[in-house]
T-cell receptor, first 114, second 116 residues
Framework: AQSVTQPDIHITVSEGASLELRCNYSYGATPYLFWYVQSPGQGLQLLLKYFSGDTLVQGIKGFEAEFKRSQSSFNLRKPSVHWSDAAEYFCAVGERNAGNMLTFGGGTRLMVKP | DAGVTQSPTHLIKTRGQQVTLRCSPKSGHDTVSWYQQALGQGPQFIFQYYEEEERQRGNFPDRFSGHQFPNYSSELNVNALLLGDSALYLC???????????????FGPGTRLTVL
Protein backbone atom coordinates (compact mmCIF):
# COMPACT_ATOMS: atom_id res chain seq x y z
CA ALA A 1 0.00 0.00 0.00
CA GLN A 2 1.16 3.49 -0.70
CA SER A 3 2.11 5.95 2.02
CA VAL A 4 3.14 9.59 2.28
CA THR A 5 5.43 11.18 4.86
CA GLN A 6 5.69 14.88 5.54
CA PRO A 7 8.58 15.06 8.02
CA ASP A 8 7.96 18.63 9.18
CA ILE A 9 4.81 19.09 11.27
CA HIS A 10 5.37 22.84 11.72
CA ILE A 11 7.51 25.31 9.79
CA THR A 12 7.93 29.03 10.48
CA VAL A 13 9.45 31.35 7.89
CA SER A 14 9.75 35.11 7.63
CA GLU A 15 7.73 36.94 5.02
CA GLY A 16 9.79 37.26 1.84
CA ALA A 17 11.96 34.25 2.66
CA SER A 18 12.07 31.13 0.51
CA LEU A 19 10.15 27.99 1.44
CA GLU A 20 10.59 24.28 0.90
CA LEU A 21 8.13 21.72 2.27
CA ARG A 22 9.24 18.10 2.15
CA CYS A 23 7.23 15.12 0.95
CA ASN A 24 8.35 11.51 0.62
CA TYR A 25 6.17 8.74 -0.72
CA SER A 26 6.12 4.98 -0.97
CA TYR A 27 4.49 3.49 -4.04
CA GLY A 28 5.23 0.52 -6.28
CA ALA A 29 5.34 2.49 -9.52
CA THR A 30 5.37 6.10 -10.65
CA PRO A 31 2.46 7.68 -8.80
CA TYR A 32 0.27 10.65 -9.42
CA LEU A 33 1.42 13.36 -6.98
CA PHE A 34 -0.43 16.36 -5.62
CA TRP A 35 -0.04 19.26 -3.25
CA TYR A 36 -3.13 20.74 -1.62
CA VAL A 37 -3.46 23.69 0.77
CA GLN A 38 -6.03 24.06 3.54
CA SER A 39 -6.83 27.28 5.37
CA PRO A 40 -8.38 26.99 8.85
CA GLY A 41 -11.91 25.58 8.69
CA GLN A 42 -11.78 25.26 4.92
CA GLY A 43 -11.62 22.49 2.36
CA LEU A 44 -8.57 21.60 0.28
CA GLN A 45 -7.40 23.71 -2.64
CA LEU A 46 -5.23 22.12 -5.34
CA LEU A 47 -1.86 23.85 -5.70
CA LEU A 48 -0.28 21.62 -8.34
CA LYS A 49 -0.06 18.07 -9.66
CA TYR A 50 2.34 15.71 -11.37
CA PHE A 51 1.10 12.98 -13.69
CA SER A 52 4.02 12.48 -16.10
CA GLY A 53 6.52 14.38 -18.21
CA ASP A 54 8.55 17.33 -16.94
CA THR A 55 9.54 16.64 -13.35
CA LEU A 56 9.35 20.33 -12.36
CA VAL A 57 5.74 21.43 -12.20
CA GLN A 58 4.36 24.90 -11.72
CA GLY A 59 1.26 25.62 -9.71
CA ILE A 60 -0.90 28.46 -8.54
CA LYS A 61 0.18 31.27 -6.18
CA GLY A 62 3.82 31.01 -7.31
CA PHE A 63 4.40 27.47 -6.00
CA GLU A 64 6.40 24.79 -7.78
CA ALA A 65 7.34 21.19 -6.97
CA GLU A 66 9.95 18.78 -8.26
CA PHE A 67 9.44 15.04 -8.65
CA LYS A 68 12.63 13.10 -7.87
CA ARG A 69 12.12 9.41 -8.56
CA SER A 70 15.49 8.36 -7.07
CA GLN A 71 14.59 9.99 -3.75
CA SER A 72 10.85 9.19 -3.83
CA SER A 73 10.25 12.85 -3.11
CA PHE A 74 7.97 15.62 -4.32
CA ASN A 75 9.03 18.75 -2.42
CA LEU A 76 7.07 21.99 -2.66
CA ARG A 77 8.91 25.29 -3.06
CA LYS A 78 8.20 29.00 -3.22
CA PRO A 79 10.91 31.64 -3.70
CA SER A 80 9.25 34.36 -1.60
CA VAL A 81 6.56 33.66 0.99
CA HIS A 82 3.64 36.03 1.61
CA TRP A 83 1.73 36.32 4.89
CA SER A 84 -1.34 34.93 3.13
CA ASP A 85 0.52 31.64 2.52
CA ALA A 86 0.09 30.70 6.20
CA ALA A 87 -1.99 27.49 6.11
CA GLU A 88 -1.71 23.70 6.28
CA TYR A 89 -0.14 21.95 3.30
CA PHE A 90 -0.84 18.37 2.32
CA CYS A 91 1.06 16.14 -0.07
CA ALA A 92 -0.92 13.29 -1.62
CA VAL A 93 -0.27 10.23 -3.77
CA GLY A 94 -2.88 9.05 -6.25
CA GLU A 95 -3.17 5.45 -7.36
CA ARG A 96 -2.64 4.83 -11.05
CA ASN A 97 -5.93 3.02 -11.40
CA ALA A 98 -9.44 3.97 -12.35
CA GLY A 99 -10.36 5.54 -9.05
CA ASN A 100 -7.20 7.57 -8.39
CA MET A 101 -7.74 7.14 -4.63
CA LEU A 102 -5.65 9.71 -2.77
CA THR A 103 -3.43 8.89 0.19
CA PHE A 104 -2.43 11.98 2.15
CA GLY A 105 0.49 12.83 4.38
CA GLY A 106 -0.08 14.21 7.85
CA GLY A 107 0.36 17.78 6.70
CA THR A 108 2.79 20.64 7.43
CA ARG A 109 1.52 23.75 9.16
CA LEU A 110 3.20 26.87 7.80
CA MET A 111 3.42 30.02 9.89
CA VAL A 112 4.71 33.28 8.41
CA LYS A 113 6.46 35.89 10.56
CA PRO A 114 6.08 39.54 9.56
CA ASP B 1 -19.21 28.06 -12.23
CA ALA B 2 -20.02 26.68 -8.79
CA GLY B 3 -17.43 24.47 -7.20
CA VAL B 4 -18.08 21.44 -5.05
CA THR B 5 -20.77 22.18 -2.48
CA GLN B 6 -21.54 20.32 0.73
CA SER B 7 -24.34 20.47 3.27
CA PRO B 8 -24.75 20.99 6.11
CA THR B 9 -21.72 23.03 7.20
CA HIS B 10 -21.83 21.83 10.79
CA LEU B 11 -23.70 19.03 12.51
CA ILE B 12 -23.94 17.87 16.12
CA LYS B 13 -25.18 14.36 16.89
CA THR B 14 -25.13 12.00 19.87
CA ARG B 15 -23.64 8.51 20.03
CA GLY B 16 -25.76 5.85 18.35
CA GLN B 17 -27.55 8.26 16.03
CA GLN B 18 -27.41 8.21 12.25
CA VAL B 19 -26.29 11.08 9.98
CA THR B 20 -26.53 11.93 6.28
CA LEU B 21 -24.14 14.33 4.58
CA ARG B 22 -24.68 15.70 1.07
CA CYS B 23 -22.39 16.71 -1.79
CA SER B 24 -22.95 18.31 -5.19
CA PRO B 25 -20.03 17.98 -7.62
CA LYS B 26 -18.56 20.63 -9.88
CA SER B 27 -20.33 21.10 -13.17
CA GLY B 28 -19.10 18.49 -15.66
CA HIS B 29 -17.84 16.09 -12.99
CA ASP B 30 -19.32 12.61 -12.69
CA THR B 31 -17.30 11.03 -9.88
CA VAL B 32 -17.56 11.72 -6.16
CA SER B 33 -15.12 10.65 -3.44
CA TRP B 34 -15.54 11.02 0.32
CA TYR B 35 -12.75 11.57 2.84
CA GLN B 36 -12.66 11.79 6.63
CA GLN B 37 -10.25 14.27 8.23
CA ALA B 38 -9.79 13.91 11.97
CA LEU B 39 -8.43 16.91 13.87
CA GLY B 40 -4.72 17.44 13.19
CA GLN B 41 -4.49 14.69 10.57
CA GLY B 42 -4.55 14.32 6.81
CA PRO B 43 -7.74 13.20 5.06
CA GLN B 44 -8.44 9.48 4.78
CA PHE B 45 -10.29 7.96 1.82
CA ILE B 46 -13.70 6.47 2.65
CA PHE B 47 -15.12 5.52 -0.76
CA GLN B 48 -15.74 6.68 -4.31
CA TYR B 49 -18.90 6.64 -6.42
CA TYR B 50 -18.99 6.48 -10.20
CA GLU B 51 -22.00 5.66 -12.40
CA GLU B 52 -24.11 5.38 -9.25
CA GLU B 53 -22.02 2.53 -7.86
CA GLU B 54 -19.32 2.29 -5.21
CA ARG B 55 -16.16 1.85 -7.26
CA GLN B 56 -13.51 1.84 -4.55
CA ARG B 57 -13.53 1.71 -0.76
CA GLY B 58 -11.01 2.54 1.92
CA ASN B 59 -10.57 0.90 5.30
CA PHE B 60 -13.87 1.99 6.86
CA PRO B 61 -16.54 -0.19 8.48
CA ASP B 62 -19.92 -0.96 6.95
CA ARG B 63 -21.47 1.70 9.18
CA PHE B 64 -20.28 4.08 6.47
CA SER B 65 -22.38 3.85 3.33
CA GLY B 66 -23.16 6.08 0.42
CA HIS B 67 -25.22 6.74 -2.62
CA GLN B 68 -24.86 8.56 -5.90
CA PHE B 69 -27.84 9.98 -7.74
CA PRO B 70 -28.40 10.26 -11.52
CA ASN B 71 -27.43 13.96 -11.37
CA TYR B 72 -24.03 12.84 -9.89
CA SER B 73 -24.70 14.29 -6.44
CA SER B 74 -23.91 12.02 -3.52
CA GLU B 75 -24.75 11.25 0.08
CA LEU B 76 -22.63 9.81 2.86
CA ASN B 77 -24.49 7.96 5.61
CA VAL B 78 -23.01 6.96 8.93
CA ASN B 79 -24.98 4.68 11.28
CA ALA B 80 -24.50 4.01 14.98
CA LEU B 81 -22.28 7.05 15.47
CA LEU B 82 -19.24 6.76 17.73
CA LEU B 83 -17.32 9.53 19.42
CA GLY B 84 -14.42 8.72 17.07
CA ASP B 85 -16.54 9.64 14.06
CA SER B 86 -16.16 13.31 14.98
CA ALA B 87 -14.26 14.82 12.06
CA LEU B 88 -14.39 17.04 8.99
CA TYR B 89 -15.96 15.10 6.13
CA LEU B 90 -14.71 16.20 2.73
CA CYS B 91 -16.28 15.51 -0.60
CA UNK B 92 -14.19 15.63 -3.77
CA UNK B 93 -15.44 15.56 -7.33
CA UNK B 94 -13.64 14.64 -10.51
CA UNK B 95 -14.21 13.66 -14.11
CA UNK B 96 -13.73 10.09 -15.28
CA UNK B 97 -12.56 9.75 -18.86
CA UNK B 98 -13.98 7.46 -21.49
CA UNK B 99 -11.82 4.68 -20.07
CA UNK B 100 -13.22 5.32 -16.60
CA UNK B 101 -9.97 6.78 -15.32
CA UNK B 102 -10.49 9.56 -12.78
CA UNK B 103 -8.76 12.89 -13.21
CA UNK B 104 -7.80 15.43 -10.57
CA UNK B 105 -10.06 15.64 -7.51
CA UNK B 106 -11.44 19.00 -6.38
CA PHE B 107 -12.62 19.35 -2.80
CA GLY B 108 -15.60 21.00 -1.19
CA PRO B 109 -15.48 23.01 2.06
CA GLY B 110 -16.44 20.01 4.17
CA THR B 111 -19.03 19.18 6.84
CA ARG B 112 -17.86 19.37 10.45
CA LEU B 113 -19.50 16.51 12.40
CA THR B 114 -19.36 16.51 16.18
CA VAL B 115 -20.53 13.40 18.05
CA LEU B 116 -21.32 13.90 21.73
Amino acid sequence: AQSVTQPDIHITVSEGASLELRCNYSYGATPYLFWYVQSPGQGLQLLLKYFSGDTLVQGIKGFEAEFKRSQSSFNLRKPSVHWSDAAEYFCAVGERNAGNMLTFGGGTRLMVKP
Amino acid sequence: DAGVTQSPTHLIKTRGQQVTLRCSPKSGHDTVSWYQQALGQGPQFIFQYYEEEERQRGNFPDRFSGHQFPNYSSELNVNALLLGDSALYLCASSYSTGFGRTDTQYFGPGTRLTVL
